[in-house]
């Protein structure tokens, strides 16, 4: 009892601090997007991309190759993904570049120039209201396991050593920028808008350019089926297909449920399926993350951009990030 309510309090701790370099930044921006008079959430429109199925395949394939190389070279774990993060940068801005190449010239760079304030302002927001959502139910969802008997597992990132200055920056580094900005650049930047790219499944019509005829209910589908991969591979192989079992369920309610605006819940929820299942390693974890999930999904929809979602995902994982270096080890979430 002690140490859980130790852990409450280290928690508490670091979400203020967090929360410290978050809501002043936040408050500053909101004062900043007002003069420019922009609105914190964007009139509600279609997000259109020029990608195919097959961008977001070689984009995850070349994402995934820089740090296995940088490995296969002698880089350790740690530092791999932080030495790879520039080049894969640099591969999301000539992708990026290549697909709005034929828009008008600086029309996007302009857009964004102009919306940065609101963008930051609304993940202050959010992050305010997902994030102790999504901690009380980590505790809640640990506490509970524990009482049937089992024991979570810890965050590889407890292996670092943050006594070591070098240590505690590769950690900050990989858990507050690489990790954020990489998954949301494939899981929001560009899964979620091919899952909405598919209006309608009475369109059977090839695409020009895609690889396979898929409708919006299929691709969904396909999310479910990539999730099976990370929960093959994870040490508690029962608790996680029963889990990605009952979020094949919810998918098959919303695709067949009376509900509005059913192709976003739809992609919304297939996306979070692979965010969270692709953290299967960290068990329960999967759980609470599938929640943070949705409620990224939400915000890139709404924005029509990874940039917002990214920074809430940051900001989500600075406070474990605070509470590894002060506290050590056990990361929630």
Known sequence: MAEGVQQIGGILLAGSLTAVGVLLPGLWA??????RRVPLLPPARVWRVPWKGHDVLMLAVLFFMFPIL???????????????????MLLLALLYYGRFRDQTAGSTFQRFSRVWPARLALAGGVWTLLTPLVLGLNGLIDWTYRQLGGEPQ?????????????DAVLLVLQACVVAPWVEECLVRGWLLPWLLAARSEGRREKPE?????????????LMVLLGLWPVLHSSHVMEALIFLGLLALGLAVLQWGPIRHRRHWCAVHASAVVFAMFHSAVWPTPIPLFVLGLGLGWVAVWTRGFFCSALVHAFFNTVSTVYVLIFGPEVPG
Do not use: I, N
């Not at 909101?30 to 003069?35: E, S, T, V």
């Not at 940088?70 to 894969?88: D, I, K, N, R, Y």
């Not at 590889?156 to 070591?164: A, G, H, I, K, L």
């Open 154 to 166: 810890e965050h590889p990132f407890t292996q670092v050593d943050t006594r070591s200055l070098y």
């Open 70 to 88: 940088l490995a296969m070279l002698g880089v350790s774990q740690w530092e791999a993904p932080v030495l790879a993060f520039p080049l894969q």
């Open 30 to 35: 909101w004062r900043l997007a007002q003069k």
């Open 209 to 221: 350019g895609s690889l396979l005829p898929l409708t919006w209910r299929q691709r969904c589908w």
